[in-house]
């Protein structure tokens, strides 16, 4: 099989550039990857051959013209399902959604789009985004490319799945609570959530609004750090969007960022009860920061293990109110069965959401009904403020980016915690804190473990700095040795 698929964004963009290539023979590299090894990992929910090849030939069109767009020209890109685009279907891997086509495009695909990118189908997840393995997909679970019996982690699990499996040069995912930084953390690929306000909410379904952004996956930093660029921008469509410069984060990327630099370390995200090989890993790719130059200084986040009930109240407080769209009249799942108005709501939503959906609504619900508001939602929301106090205070003290693990171990067995919402929700123990707080935050592979999983390393940056934290990443991967280790999947 050909090994293109297996090539780096940067890699490809300078084939492309050269004529060593063109966009129609990688987006078939990509395709015929997919389709003879996606049965084992079932990251795609939905792929439209045609389509993207159209897209191939209309870049290589425009290059031939010497039209081209910039470097994401004629590079296959593919989207979480929870991404709108025109005339594709839209289903957040829900039944409610199984056969809404969306009826407009997010802001993030236009600026694709505007870049000549070649849109390659749609990729599983837990279902509107709520889970930390995709077993929560209605569609059933993707698998780890690492090791087929294993989660990928979640929300967006078929977006890290894709990228380490090759099936794309590079994805989108969402991030609410760490969906984009856990699953490139079990999956060994690079996954960023930017500062909440960087990239357009515009066209992405709502799960958490306050919490919610689209990120990119990636095989390298420098390919995270074209992508971002290429979707980040300020949107009136969006009223959380902010007008920011956007500098060309991959051509600034700095090799040699970590000489002089402050790293905080808090003491909060390396608890006695973690997994001793995370631990390892975590405590050996500090030393090799120290070694290049970094100072490393123990801090702080005091309010750390409030995040995981904070989070679990205002996520489930605002997807409730979010999920109140899907009531079977519109555009959703409508019950055969009702007797009356009543009853279609009822049994519509009852056959639509699944189980984990359902906990949440009823959860978040219960924690804005009068009554309750204030000692859950109000309180949490006071909680927060605390939590990026924490932050703020440790950037203040000189710090210039906050080092963790991503996630508390690598991949699990399938099945394993399904059983037990408790347990999966303590998976988000170290990303969900980035996500109250609205910072950026990136998960680089640093290791891996005796059974040869991947670990992550997260990186936690400044608002809006993203330039810095990406520099950070990069040098930091570089130290590690894991760019271009990939899953031996055939
Ligand atoms: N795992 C978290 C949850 O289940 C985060 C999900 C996300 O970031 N979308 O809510």
């Not at 070649?118 to 569609?139: I, K, Q, T």
């Not at 799945?161 to 699953?183: H, N």
């Amino acid at each position: 099989m050909s090994d293109i698929a297996l090539k780096s964004v940067k890699e490809l963009s300078d084939m492309l550039a050269k004529g060593e290539i063109s966009s129609v023979e990688l987006t078939k590299a990509y395709i015929e990857r997919t389709a003879a090894l996606d049965g084992k990992v079932h990251a795609f929910l939905f792929k439209d051959e045609r389509l993207a090849l159209d897209g191939a030939e209309a870049s290589d069109k425009r290059r031939a013209r010497g039209e081209t767009l910039g470097a994401l020209d004629g590079i296959p890109v593919s989207l979480k399902d929870v991404i709108a685009v025109e005339n594709q279907p839209l289903t957040c891997a829900s039944k409610m959604l199984e056969h809404y086509v969306s009826p407009y495009t997010a802001t993030s695909v236009k600026n694709l789009q505007a870049r000549g990118a070649v849109l390659w189908g749609r990729l599983n997840m837990d279902e509107f985004a709520m889970g930390s393995s995709c077993e929560n997909s209605a569609f059933g679970p993707t698998h780890n490319p690492w090791d087929l019996s294993r989660i990928p982690g979640g929300s967006s699990g078929g977006s890290a799945a894709a990228v380490a499996a090759c099936f794309c040069a590079c994805s989108l995912g969402s991030d609410t609570g760490g969906s984009i930084r856990q699953p490139a953390s079990l999956c060994g690929v690079v996954g960023m959530k930017p500062t909440y306000g960087l990239v357009s909410r515009y066209g992405l379904a709502a799960f958490a609004s306050s919490l919610d952004q689209i990120g990119p996956f990636a095989r390298t930093v420098q390919d995270a750090a074209m992508l971002l660029g290429a979707v980040a921008s300020y949107d009136p469509k969006d009223s959380t969007s902010v007008k920011v410069p956007i500098p060309d984060y991959a051509a600034n990327l700095d090799e040699n960022w970590l000489k002089g630099k402050k790293l905080g370390l808090p003491k909060e995200y390396l608890p006695d009860g973690l997994d001793a090989q995370v631990r390892a890993a975590i405590e050996k790719s500090v030393e090799k920061c120290a070694a290049a130059g970094a100072q490393i200084v123990e801090i702080s986040l005091p309010h750390t293990e409030l995040a995981i009930p904070v989070y679990y109240i205002i996520a489930t407080a605002e997807a409730s109110s979010n999920l109140a769209r899907y009531d079977g009249v519109r555009y959703t799942h409508r019950s055969a069965k009702a007797k009356d108005i009543v009853d279609l709501y009822y049994k519509s939503r009852a056959e639509g959401f699944g189980e984990e959906v359902k906990r949440r609504i009823i959860l978040g619900s219960y924690v804005l009904s009068s009554g309750y508001y204030d000692a859950y939602y109000l309180r949490a929301q006071k909680v927060r403020t605390l939590i990026r106090r924490d932050f703020e205070k440790a950037f203040e003290s000189g710090i210039d980016a906050v080092i963790a693990p991503t996630s508390p171990s690598a991949a699990f067995k399938l099945g394993e915690k399904v059983s037990d919402p408790l347990e999966m929700y303590l998976n988000d123990i170290f990303t969900i804190n980035v996500n109250l707080a609205g910072l950026p935050g990136i998960s680089v592979p640093c290791a891996l473990s005796a059974e040869g999983l991947p670990i992550g390393f997260q990186i936690i940056g400044k608002p809006f700095d993203e330039q810095n934290l990406l520099s950070c990443a990069h040098s930091c991967e570089e130290l590690f040795g894991m760019r271009g280790v990939l899953p031996n999947l055939q």
